[in-house]
């Protein structure tokens, strides 16, 4: 609990698999390992045909819009939300320092519908969290930030924990002993 959220505290919290998060009413600074921990290989993220007709019908872009997202991701009107101030001004620093990516999902008139945003050190991609305001949208960017790490070079994307959601889009757990052993290589 506690410690500060500047890049360097970040940055080497995710270089020992732990990412922060507040918690209680005091959002306190919590710092997370969960074992165990999940990631959605980046040869196995699972389309459905659905999935396939909505991933046209998208423009993405990477790292236009960052702030845009971490704002739809930290909407106070969200269930669970726990994207502080404190929260959007670090990754906002780790964007600007190159450490830090979006992918950005516009609707035809032009509008951000949906979105991730992560951390990014050498091979590894830890998605910080996603939201869409458009059917799909929120997949549109898993999918494509999924290939976009891969075709990058990138060996490891971390979606912290599973869900119902990310494991319909074949995110897998693996215990922490070996998630560890795959971000050593990633990194």
């Not at 009107?77 to 950005?104: C, K, V």
């Not at 519908?113 to 059917?135: D, K, P, T």
Request: glycine share 12%.
């Amino acid at each position: 609990m506690g410690a500060d959220l500047d890049p360097g505290t970040l940055l080497a919290a995710y270089r020992r698999g732990i990412f922060p998060m507040p918690v209680g009413p005091d959002e306190v600074t919590g710092w997370w390992s969960p074992d165990p921990r999940a990631i959605l290989p980046l040869d196995s993220v699972h389309v459905s045909r659905s999935l396939q007709r909505s991933l046209n019908k998208y423009t993405v872009t990477f790292g236009e819009d960052f702030a845009g997202v971490v704002a739809g991701c930290a909407n106070p009107a969200r269930p669970h939300g726990w994207i502080t101030a404190d929260m959007q001004a670090a990754y906002a620093r780790l964007f600007e320092l190159g450490w830090a990516d979006s992918i950005e999902v516009w609707g035809t008139a032009g509008s951000l519908v949906g979105g991730l945003y992560g951390v990014r050190i050498g091979g590894f991609f830890a998605g910080e969290s996603m939201f869409h305001r458009a059917r799909d949208a929120s997949k549109v960017a898993l999918v494509r930030m999924a290939g976009h790490v891969a075709e990058t070079g990138g060996a490891l994307f971390d979606v912290q924990w599973q869900t119902p959601h990310l494991e319909s889009m074949g995110a897998i757990e693996v215990p922490r002993a070996d998630y560890l052993t795959l971000l050593a290589a990633a990194l």
